[in-house]
């Protein structure tokens, strides 16, 4: 079970820090010699309370083998591009 933890995004627009969750997908999964590699995307999308600015974001990262992270999330694309997103922490639950 792969979990994001919720990380921080500073609008590009007014500068407030909005605290954002994430939405992970299994995008792919093959199986190699120490067991199954898996990728992974994950997407936000959140409005700023302040402005109304909207921002989109996804990112990727794969796991390999079970239970570690073999490509830390990196960002994939982003709608407001003045906007800082700091990339969430990935935790493996019990295997
Ligand atoms: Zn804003």
């Known amino acids: ?3 994001l933890d919720s990380s921080q995004c500073k609008c590009g627009r007014c ?3 909005l605290d954002i969750s ?3 997908d299994s995008v792919d999964s093959r199986e190699k010699n120490m067991g199954s590699e ?3 995307s994950a997407s936000t999308n959140v409005i700023c ?5 909207e ?3 996804s990112i990727q990262f794969v ?3 079970d239970g570690v992270l073999e ?8 709608s407001d591009d003045r906007s800082e997103l700091e990339t969430p922490r990935v935790s493996f639950g019990d295997y």
């Open 15 to 17: 500068g407030k820090i």
């Open 55 to 57: 921002i989109n974001c």
């Open 38 to 40: 898996s990728y992974y």
């Open 1 to 3: 079970m792969v979990t």
């Open 22 to 24: 994430w939405e992970i």
């Open 49 to 53: 309370p302040e402005c109304g600015n």
């Open 63 to 65: 796991e390999y083998p």
């Open 71 to 78: 490509v830390p999330p990196k960002v994939i694309e982003i």
